[in-house]
């Protein structure tokens, strides 16, 4: 059955893909949308807890860190951006250190180069089929 939960999730991360799609004004705006979106994350999501549920990983964290391990290489895909600093958001950079850190998460995360080789390849046809319209 479809669950409409799913279009939300999805339309509040768009502005994480569009700052890796897109340039210029596009581009600055999408940046501005995920700074806004990471704040209502730390303040109303996060809180002052260790995990988004308390003291143990749960679904809210492994939807959430799913988004976090794509973001780094997109990050570096991009350059000039880092959008989780610790003077910035200093409660969502612990949450990553973490969430990184945790046992069960750092044993099972893709590997970097290959996140960071694909989002590379993904960026440059997406920039092609854009130029061919």
Do not use: C
Not at 4 to 24: C, D, M, R, V, Y
Not at 65 to 93: C, Q, T, W, Y
């Amino acid at each position: 059955m479809f669950d409409p939960n799913l279009i939300n999730i999805s339309l509040q991360t768009q502005p994480t893909w569009e700052f890796f799609a897109k340039h210029g004004e596009e581009q600055q705006k999408a940046i501005e949308d995920n700074y806004e979106i990471l704040r209502t994350i730390e303040e109303h999501g996060l809180g002052d807890k260790k995990f988004f549920g308390g003291d143990q990983i749960g679904v809210a964290d492994l939807v959430f860190g799913m988004v976090i391990h794509m973001l780094a290489p997109m990050e570096e895909v991009v350059g000039g951006v880092n959008f989780i600093k610790a003077d910035s958001f200093p409660r969502l950079h612990a949450w990553v250190r973490h969430f990184s850190e945790h046992p069960v998460i750092k044993d099972n995360v893709p590997d970097y180069t290959r996140v960071l080789d694909f989002l590379k390849k993904r960026r440059e046809l997406y920039w092609k089929s854009q130029h061919n319209h």
